[in-house]
């Protein structure tokens, strides 16, 4: 029989959290989504007794916990562990571990006592660390790992890790996965608030989604996929797009919008890949030396043994390096979202910069700027345009990173890891910018070593491993076997 560990009732916090009701249980491990950076980090604060509630019941083992002693329990029995470290570098392994716990005597190490206490516990968890190791030497992964131990040592019963996508690879974020699994044993608790993509359906219990700060809904994991929490996320949101206006234009004949034909390299055989009009392709490389040499070819770095470009029926042969905006090709890079923007310029200049190359005189003609903003009307607002790259919020940036290619309007567009921002709202406006660009009828070529992002938005699957493309059959069978 389940055991309950913790139980938040008809919490209210503010605007931002309305009426939020969470239930965790002895060696459970929940994946809760927030739609809103804010309530996610408002409802950190609250569970770690940093912020007191405005309303709401907390129980603690079936066990009222009395509101005079609601944020002290918390801070002794839930700990954070995020993507920024809380270990000190000055001090060794064993004292970050052993320092601040109760029953070390005199607030003092012995070091040599400790150094080989601190490596059985890291054999007790299959973690391989060297104690010795210095603090500042010690990887992100190592950092979090050795968080979560301490964590448990010093008699948290519940970790709740967050903000660890973009510091952590697939495999790291699977060893924390292995590590969580170990604690479970001991009856720890687990919380992972991450965005809906990154949910790990091998170790999760159950998902809670947190919308406009109400819970939404609480699935069991056995009883989901990621596409029903996709749709209970987005529901809303899929329903305004639907019903809104398209934006018009001149009506275009259905063609193959580009194709890429016989391309080789140095690392990639024979790679055919056609995206048509209005259509969003999602290449998967399952190996990054194949991402590393297709991301290089298409933005003209590395050198191309042959291929063919065919747009709109007529065909040009690549020689030697692929031409960028020569040959109709756009890039936009998510991680960093700024790496194809000048931050230093404003928001109108970066716009009128990539239409410039189009559009002969842009700088000196008013009209431009005018016909700029009518067309961007219903996507960026009047106050954006005179301010700095580098001034805008990470949601504005990805609406200026698309837009630039909405005005321009490439033969295609490949979007390279377009997911990889760590802000939610950056990446659901990302997802709205790629389905804009869709509905202008823009090839757009999606490419990602990252499984998640492949659900991130709808689209055809292509699939590159060891430099060429295979089956969807054998990327499945390699992607979900079970050795």
Known sequence: MKKERLRIEKLKKGTLLKEVRLQIFEGEIVHCVFDNIQEKQMFLKIVTGEEKVDYGKFYYKEREIPENQVSRLLRSKIAVVSGKSNLIDSVTIEENIFLIRSEVGENWVHNRRDRKHASGIFQEFGLNINVGKPMKKLTPFERVQIEIVKAYLVGKRIII???????????????????????????????????????????????????????????????????????????????????????????????????????????????????????????????????????????????????????????????????????????????????????????????????????NGIWTKPKYKKSIKILLKDIITKDIYKMKIRELSSVDVQKILYSRWFLYSPNILVCIQPFAEGDIQAREMARKMIYILKERRIPILIITSNTAELNYCSGRVVYIRNGRLISNEDAHQFLYSEE
């Open 161 to 359: 890790l967050t903000s660890l996508s973009n510091t952590l690879s697939s495999n790291e974020k699977q060893g924390v996965s292995r590590l969580l699994e170990r604690l479970r044993s001991k009856g720890m608790s687990g919380i992972i608030v991450e965005p809906l993509e990154d949910i790990d359906f091998v170790y999760t219990d159950a998902v809670v989604i947190i919308k406009h700060g109400r819970i939404c809904a609480v699935k069991e994991i056995c009883d989901c996929d990621y596409t029903m929490l996709h749709t209970i996320l987005y529901y809303d949101e899929m329903e305004k797009r639907s019903s809104e206006r398209t934006f018009l234009f001149e009506e275009q004949e259905e063609d193959m919008g580009m194709e890429i034909r016989g391309l080789s390299s140095a690392g990639l055989k024979d790679i055919n890949i056609c995206v048509k009009k209005g259509e969003i392709v999602k290449l998967l490389c399952m190996d990054e030396k194949s991402f590393e040499e297709m991301t290089g070819v298409l933005r003209g770095n590395l050198s191309v043994l042959s291929g063919n470009l065919i747009v709109q029926g007529e065909k040009r042969e690549i020689r030697k390096h692929v031409r960028g905006l020569k040959d109709g090709i756009g890039i936009a890079e998510g991680n960093p979202a700024t790496a194809t923007l000048f931050e230093e310029l404003s928001a109108m200049d970066n716009l009128q910069l990539l239409l410039s190359q189009k559009a």
